[in-house]
């Protein structure tokens, strides 16, 4: 994402697609059953599937600076089967399924080229994200775990707090090699109404691509990242209703490898076309608390020009 700036007036619009998928369940990094956390809490979930479109413009003000406009939309199911906990002696039964989907955060921010030589590039990039997805989704009166009270913060679209990214990303482009490195803080601020915010983030990116045509590239990626826990605390949510609705259950560390293809119109013309898709799998995760781990992810993004 941060691995260009455009020229004075120009634009570039991409619409990218991220599907993700988490299934299992993690204690603190191990693989554990469910019938070892069933004394802890109500209901316990099986899956967790999660699409996000994301919407982003980016704008060259001058050939340095170049500002960017992202909007998001995520679709987030979570299903969680019969014959869940006994907490308390209270056994539950029934399935759960969540559907939620809303508007996420908008995101704006500014690219700037701090050096440029023939093969090389150095950007710094920071901005703001502001709050305007939802983190106040409920269940309907009749939702047998959360009737009219709040959804875990994992199904809320938004984060409710002002975010700030930083990062400083290199790229390298060499004849038919590209490479690069972005390491990319997200902090959270702590004006949240509901008296929580999500954690902060960390994230270091390298990656090689190689042109095999004209038309088509080929890349490998290495992404790691680290995000602390949730802080406070919903007041409406209870935490023993499922691992995902307590704070503690949030965050951890992550390191997924991700090939990719790209395909580009030859012509470097008026109008520039790219398509692209990736598929990530986690080869590392130690996540606080209990979790489900991530098992695959699937990025494609198109991207225009002009
Ligand atoms: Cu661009």
Request: net charge positive.
């Amino acid at each position: 994402m941060y691995t260009h700036v455009h020229e004075k007036g120009e634009w570039m619009l991409s619409y990218r697609m991220m599907y993700n998928y988490q299934s299992g369940l993690q204690q603190n990094g191990k693989d554990i059953s469910r019938g070892l956390i069933e004394q802890q809490y109500l209901m316990i979930p099986e899956d967790m599937r999660m699409n996000m479109h994301m919407l982003m413009g980016m704008y060259g003000v001058t050939d340095k600076l170049t500002f960017m406009i992202m909007f998001n939309y995520l679709q987030m199911k979570m299903g969680m089967p019969a014959g869940g906990g006994s907490l308390h002696n209270h056994t539950f039964r029934g399935e759960h399924t969540m559907n939620v989907s809303g508007m996420g955060d908008m995101g704006i921010q500014t690219l700037y080229e701090l050096w440029r030589s023939n093969a090389h590039r150095l950007m710094l990039n920071t901005g703001l994200n502001v709050p305007v997805g939802s983190n106040k989704l409920k269940g309907t009166s009749n939702d047998m775990l959360y009737p009219g009270t709040a959804y875990p913060y994992l199904m809320q679209p938004g984060s409710g707090s002002w975010d700030i990214p930083a990062g400083i990303n290199y790229y390298l482009g060499y004849s038919r090699i590209s490479a690069g490195v972005s390491a990319q803080a997200l902090w959270r601020s702590k004006l949240n109404k509901p008296q929580y915010r999500l954690g902060n983030e960390l994230d270091l990116t390298t990656w090689m691509g190689i042109q095999l045509f004209p038309f088509l590239s080929s890349s490998v990626r290495l992404r790691a990242n680290t995000s602390a826990a949730v802080k406070g605390i919903k007041p409406d949510l209870n935490k023993y209703n499922e691992p995902a609705a307590n704070p503690e259950n949030y965050g951890g560390k992550r390191v997924e490898l991700l090939t990719g293809l790209s395909f580009q119109t030859v012509k470097n013309s008026f109008r520039h076309f790219r398509f692209m898709a990736e598929y990530a799998f986690p080869v590392y995760q130690h996540l606080n608390g209990i979790q489900m781990p991530l098992k695959q992810c699937f990025f494609i993004s198109t991207t225009f020009q002009f």
